[in-house]
């Protein structure tokens, strides 16, 4: 008995030892395959950041070549930069006045030997048409023409060829999949004249006192570190990060501020923060107001009645200035606290403000568009303390300056933007400067 139970454990290791010769190598096949289509999916963020990096670099009035120098550096330390596995091209142009056709059409190779596998076949007719429908998209993804009529744009396409595990390269059927491309558009807004006309903002009033962001990898944890990926609540994907705004320069103040800073602003009435704006003392500060005047154009300049509601008891005769019959109405446009007759904004005028968080979808979806759409605004700069609290707060116009909004999470109060410029049309003296 012995002799025969022996005999049959011996036969199931070597049925077991049988049958793991024959499954390991498709296990380890599998885990190769798993590993390839995991690399294949980080090389793809990882280019579609550096796209996205160089096109902004542009849509600031970066050169061509300097485009280059951004998507290279974004990726050093991840991806070869040897130019046989890249093909770059930088593209400008211009949409016409009824937002279906490209005008202006400039495609430029600017670094690359049109080694990569996918360069032979780049369609420029193709790329225009991707170009035109993200252009002619909201942030919901519903197709508007008018959203791209007359607009300049920047776009950087790129590719680059992956270095497969399996050595897939070598096999002609796979050298498309080992190829990854991104291309990424931004439209260009020019400072102060093409944001919102005449004396119109956006309601966001920000602390002259505010820094510019510091690197959160630097081992010095501060109120200012750029934020995580983890920290933001929007973008929900593709991440804005430290390195890709290469004209940044961390911890100095607002009132040195160059093109391309950085600046991670808190909510509230201190050195460093920023409040939402209502436009006149009579508009109930609420979110659902707060989202109207956030929604492009902006409502600073409009007063026309929707039916909003609000209390007249602040604003009472502010019509008399406007030859309106009836005024008995809240308006969305600016009023300033104390003086209905002032319906202009400029600098030292005083603006009616909450530091409160004001957190809904409305909201959020604004400022979703804005930064979807890389829109810039208009928004006042502030520096003695505000006076009053709640809906009797007012904030005094320091100065006007032009941001992009980056991110932001308002859950915790922040929220993340570039700073494009000084705005100078709205009452500042340009000799004297913010």
């Known amino acids: 008995m012995n002799i025969k139970s022996n005999n049959h454990k011996r036969s199931q290791r070597g049925q077991s030892l049988v049958e793991v010769a024959l499954f390991l190598p498709i296990f380890i096949l599998l885990l190769a395959g798993l590993v390839e289509v995991s690399q294949l999916l980080i090389t793809q963020n990882r280019i579609s950041s550096a796209a996205r990096a ?8 970066g050169e061509n070549i300097g485009v280059v120098d951004v998507v290279l550096n974004t990726v050093t330390q991840t991806l070869e930069t040897d130019n046989t596995l890249w093909d770059l091209w930088v593209i400008h142009g211009t949409v016409n006045e009824n937002g279906d056709a490209i005008l202006d059409w400039e495609f430029d190779h600017e670094y690359g030997i049109s080694n990569t596998v996918r360069s032979e076949s780049v369609d420029q007719i193709a790329i ?14 519903v197709t508007d023409n008018s959203l791209a009529a007359d607009l300049k744009f920047v776009a950087t396409y790129v590719i680059h060829d992956v270095n497969s595990i399996l050595g897939l390269n070598a096999l002609p059927q796979f050298d498309g999949v080992m190829s990854r491309d991104a291309l990424s558009v931004m439209r260009i807004t020019a400072e102060g004249n093409e944001v919102t006309n005449g004396c119109a903002a956006f309601p966001i009033a920000v602390r002259k006192g505010i820094r510019s962001v510091t690197d959160p990898n630097d081992g010095e944890a501060s109120a200012y570190d750029f934020p995580n990926e983890s920290d933001f609540f929007y973008p929900t994907t593709n991440w804005p990060t430290y390195q890709q705004f290469i004209n940044h320069t961390p911890d100095r103040p607002l009132e040195e501020a160059q093109k391309g800073w950085v600046f991670r602003i808190y909510n509230g009435g201190g050195s460093g923060n920023f409040g939402w704006l209502y436009w006149n003392q009579g508009i109930t500060a609420n979110a659902p107001n707060l989202a109207n005047s956030l929604a492009w154009p902006g409502t600073s300049t409009d007063y026309n009645d929707y039916g909003d509601g609000g209390s007249t008891s602040q604003i009472n005769g502010w019509g008399d200035y406007r030859d309106l019959a009836d005024d008995n109405y809240v308006p969305r446009g600016y009023i300033e606290p104390g003086n209905v007759a002032d319906q202009a904004l400029h600098v030292g005028d005083y603006v009616a403000g909450d ?25 006042i700069v502030w520096d003695d303390t505000p006076i009053g609290t709640g809906n009797n707060l007012t904030y005094i116009v320091d100065s006007f300056a032009i941001f992009r909004l980056v991110g932001y999470d ?25």
């Open 54 to 61: 160089g096109t902004r670099f542009a849509s600031n009035g």
């Open 355 to 379: 530091t409160g968080t004001v957190n809904s979808k409305a909201v959020r979806d604004a400022l979703n568009e804005h930064i979807q759409l890389d829109r810039t605004l208009r928004v």
């Open 410 to 434: 308002l859950t915790h109060d922040w929220i993340l933007a570039e700073f494009i410029g000084w705005d100078t049309s709205c009452g500042q003296n340009p000799d004297v400067g913010p």
């Open 128 to 141: 225009q048409s991707r170009i035109l429908a993200e252009l002619q998209q909201d942030e919901n993804k």
